[in-house]
């Protein structure tokens, strides 16, 4: 009998990026230069600790990310946030470029209008960005900079990480302006506070949507009332606050439901539900699947 798959791996950036240092902040290499072992690791569902973002220029391969499979074509980008599961499947021979980094690339905190470019790219959840570079300028400007990362990273001069972050600053910049519907920045006139909250919000949810699922309890944290939050949220993103809430709890559900052997019971008490009945309820409530059909549906 095969072992029961319980658990969804997560990779650090030093295991991941053969040619990083035990303290990396950040990688960059073609896929080529990675090597086998890194082709045979995509072909089981992983987590990473750190943004990544892959360019395929050639080849063909199919891209699931959480429960969304992507068939990939050249030219083509994906940027996953820490926290992610994907799982890739070649089907010939594949090249192009990662690059992998920290939050301590990212600036999390930056209050600039970059933060909002930052953030729509990486998104945490299923509908994780994926462009396509059709703009021939584009992709020459694009294929330069990568090459220049690579070159800062090898090479080591002074202030090559202060030059490796411009250069994926700037690379994030050109590759929105490409995307189905351009990243924006938020406009002067709109609360750069109301911004900055509703950044923690979501900040505050990937740590701890597992013991806390009322938006009065993230309100407290932000030391603000329930409805403003809810008012921010719903201005800034469409959704309530509480949607936002619900939609982590559900997604982190279907990851485990979709890429392990865990049981729904089991999910319930690893989510944080102390009645695991109440959570089949929840799930049903807001996906209109049971646990269970959601996993025979999904593997399908």
């Given amino acids: ?51 990544t973002i892959y360019w395929i220029k050639k080849g063909q391969l199919t891209h699931t990310i959480d429960t969304e499979t992507h068939v990939v074509k050249k030219n083509t980008l994906f940027f996953l946030a820490p926290g992610q599961v994907h ?32 953030n729509g790219l990486f998104v945490n959840d299923r509908f994780s960005s994926v462009i396509q570079i059709n703009n021939e300028e584009d992709e020459k ?24 972050q411009n250069l994926l600053q700037y690379f994030l910049i050109v590759a929105s302006r490409n995307a189905v519907r351009p990243v924006t920045v938020m406009p002067e006139y709109q ?14 949810i990937e740590e701890k949507y597992r013991e806390l699922k009322n938006v009065s309890d993230y309100a407290g944290l932000l030391h603000i009332k329930p409805v403003l939050l809810n008012e921010i949220s719903k201005q800034l993103s469409g959704i309530t606050a509480g949607e936002h809430i619900r939609n982590r709890v559900i997604l982190e559900a279907q990851r485990y439901l979709y890429n392990t052997d865990l049981t729904a019971k089991e999910i319930a008490y690893k989510l944080g539900f102390e009645d695991p009945h109440y959570f089949s309820r929840f799930f049903k409530k807001y996906t209109n699947q049971s646990p269970s059909e959601f996993k025979e549906l999904a593997r399908v």
């Fill in 1 to 51: 009998m095969a072992d029961k798959k319980d658990q969804i791996e997560i990779v650090s950036l030093p295991a991941y990026a053969q040619n990083a240092h035990e303290k990396a902040e950040f990688s960059v290499s073609t896929l080529c230069n990675l090597g086998l072992g890194f082709f045979e690791h995509q072909n089981a569902p992983h987590r990473h600790d750190f943004y």
């Fill in 87 to 118: 799982q890739m499947k070649f089907s010939e021979k594949v090249d192009g470029y990662m690059i992998a980094f920290h939050d301590s690339l990212m600036c999390p905190s930056d209050q600039s209008d970059m933060a909002s470019v930052r």
């Fill in 141 to 164: 400007e694009l294929d330069w900079m990568v090459k220049r990362m690579i070159q800062e990273v090898d090479n080591k001069p002074p202030s090559y990480e202060v030059a490796f």
């Fill in 191 to 204: 609360s750069r506070h109301n911004s900055v909250l509703f950044m923690n919000f979501k900040t505050l």
